[in-house]
């Protein structure tokens, strides 16, 4: 084998290429080589808030997730810290939503327990608890540094013998080869993996193939120091679905995020090549003006006047047109795999995805069933959507994310 042969290529060095890397060397492959087109995680993993949440519908989401966490408790080096996290029912409907979500998280074995709202404000006793009904407590979910998570698994990738090459962009692909920058050099393995992200769509179309990633906005920010919050003893995470807001605490800072009626979309296709942040974008304050609303409603104390919000940040997600990730090998093109499209969990996620990523490849099946997840879903030209429809679509789930589940 020569410098330009590989086992596996993954493309994109955020948490879900690291991961599966680290995970195809812990099952056995040979030469991994990760390929990422500017600075080590320079993509949307950058810049996540990074809650971890393991509640679900989906059975097979609810176990990547769990192992996603389980892998971070062991791995993440300081990156993971299992603080916990309450869902709020600030409503009837809402109150039956959670006692349904907390039959299947006992289905699935994961722990939780139903609260009273005294008992939730015993764990964060900052929250307003006018109209809240009660909550569910997650005790193992947890929140990440997602880049200090991100580089501690890349460190043990290291050790395992994962080779990286930063500011290597792929511009083409061949029959089992990608072409690096713009001159000719060529890498080869017959296993190529897109851990792509935001970009994953137009990079698709490069290899001939259909990977509908919507990239959208998503926004957050984070308070100045708070003196009343410990740094060592965090809060827990909260969601306020009601609201559609959730929150962590970072350090002494508390950080608000949600998901807008309205949602706006981002065209890859203008991310210059080369720009130093390519998955952030100028902060609206017009646009989160109601999550802020709601966010002062729930937390009080975040409607003192005096106080600035430290950092604001408008981050580029990737989202997909029925709300699953898109997982798997692609039947038309031997050899190419995606792990991407993760809705806003791919920190979440990714510890587990890149788990049974690596158990898929190696096996040549997946270790569980997951047609909701698999990349095949969309390869037939009739369930293919033009990037508009495909933004309609995505647009409609991320505007009703926290609504309440109609099957109540
Ligand atoms: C504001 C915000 C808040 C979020 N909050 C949470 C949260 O609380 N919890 C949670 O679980 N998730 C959250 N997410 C989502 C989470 O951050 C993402 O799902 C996750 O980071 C995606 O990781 P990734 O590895 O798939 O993508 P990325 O981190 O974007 O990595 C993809 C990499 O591929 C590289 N790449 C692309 N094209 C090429 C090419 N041609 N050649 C070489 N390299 C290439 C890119 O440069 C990039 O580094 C949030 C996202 C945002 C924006």
Known sequence: MNDSHFDVIIIGSGICGTSTAFHLKQRGAGRVLVLEQGAICSGTTSHAPGLVGQLRADPALMRLLRESVAFYAEHGDGGYQAVGSLRLAASEARWREILKQKAQADEAGLACELLSTEQALEKFPYFDAESVQGALWVPEDGSADAVALTLAIRTRALEAGVEFRAQSRVTAFGEGSVRVGDDDEWLFAPVIVMATGVWSWPL?????????VVPMQHQVVWSEDLPWLDEDRPLPNLRDPDGLVYFRQKGRQLVLGGYERDPRAFDPRSIRAGVAKPTEQVFDAEHFESLLTNGKVRVPALRDKAM?????LNGIESFTPDGHFLLGPFPQKKGLWAACGFCAHGVSGSGGVGRFMADWISDGRPSMPVPGMEVARYQEAHERMTFDEAVESVTAIY??????????
């Open 308 to 312: 600035k919000w430290s950092r604001t």
């Open 204 to 212: 698709a179309e490069l290899a001939g193939v259909y990977l509908p």
């Open 399 to 408: 505007s009703t994310y926290y609504d309440i589940d109609k099957s109540v």
